[in-house]
Antibody
Framework: EVRLVESGGGLVQPGRSLRLSCAAS????????MHWVRQVPGKGLEWVSG????????VYADSVKGRFTISRDNARSSLSLQMTSLRPEDTALYYC????????????WGQGTLVAVSS | QSALTQPASVSGSPGQSITISCGGT?????????VSWYQQHPGKAPKLIIY???YRPSGVSDRFSGSKSGNTASLTISGLQAEDEGEYYC??????????FGTGTKVSVL
């Protein structure tokens, strides 16, 4: 069974940093591209970042470029999102997703981890 | 990276067909055959139902179909059922290798 389990969310003050993690299981991790997608509760989806199976191509949404860093550890089947200079508008549920290619933002999704940025 | 344009809501009676539009530009929908569609039920993670404009993942009902014309993609749900109620989002690959989602459409079954 494919499982994507996010962790690391919480309440953080504006300007601070937070690191999200995603533990993957039930599939061959390095066969897939991975993404982070976020959703403000009650609002729409926003693609955040993605990377290919070997991290050869890494892309970001303009809204997070220069502040967020996505990375993966294929040996540990894990995905991370280092978030710095956090803003209130980064408050959202963050989903980890996998896909066969970067052009699909996710064919399987985790349940998400909630990040709240507030003073 | 502006969100793709979707109608806020679409409704239909059981058994009917409905179509949800997804408007973009030549830099996203019009420029690539990489449109995907997601279904989301309240409190649940999104589920992929269409990818690469017209293809359905294994296990997705053939009542869902996708198409594209110019800068606009469409999702058609035929034989509408109560379980189809929920939020639907389109997504397109775009220039600079990024992805952009639509604004979302709430589907109601009358």
């Amino acid at each position: 069974e494919v499982r994507l389990v996010e962790s690391g969310g919480g309440l953080v003050q504006p300007g601070r940093s937070l690191r999200l993690s995603c533990a993957a299981s039930g599939f061959t991790f390095d066969d897939y591209a991975m993404h982070w997608v976020r959703q403000v509760p009650g609002k729409g989806l926003e693609w955040v970042s993605g990377l290919t199976w070997n991290s050869g191509l890494i892309v970001y949404a303009d809204s997070v470029k220069g502040r967020f860093t996505i990375s993966r550890d294929n040996a540990r089947s894990s995905l991370s999102l280092q978030m710095t200079s956090l803003r209130p508008e980064d408050t959202a549920l963050y989903y980890c997703t996998r896909s066969t290619k970067l052009t699909i933002p996710g064919d399987r999704w985790g349940q998400g981890t909630l990040v709240a940025v507030s003073s | 990276q502006s969100a793709l344009t979707q109608p806020a809501s679409v409704s239909g009676s059981p058994g009917q067909s409905i179509t949800i539009s997804c408007g973009g530009t030549r830099n996203d929908v019009g420029g690539y055959d990489y449109v995907s569609w997601y279904q989301q039920h309240p409190g649940k993670a999104p589920k992929l139902i269409i990818y690469d404009v017209i293809y359905r993942p294994s296990g997705v009902s053939d009542r869902f179909s996708g198409s594209k014309s110019g800068n606009t993609a469409s999702l058609t749900i035929s034989g509408l059922q109560a379980e189809d109620e929920g939020e639907y989002y389109c997504n397109s690959y775009s220039s600079a290798s990024t992805n952009v989602f639509g604004t979302g459409t709430k589907v109601s079954v009358l």
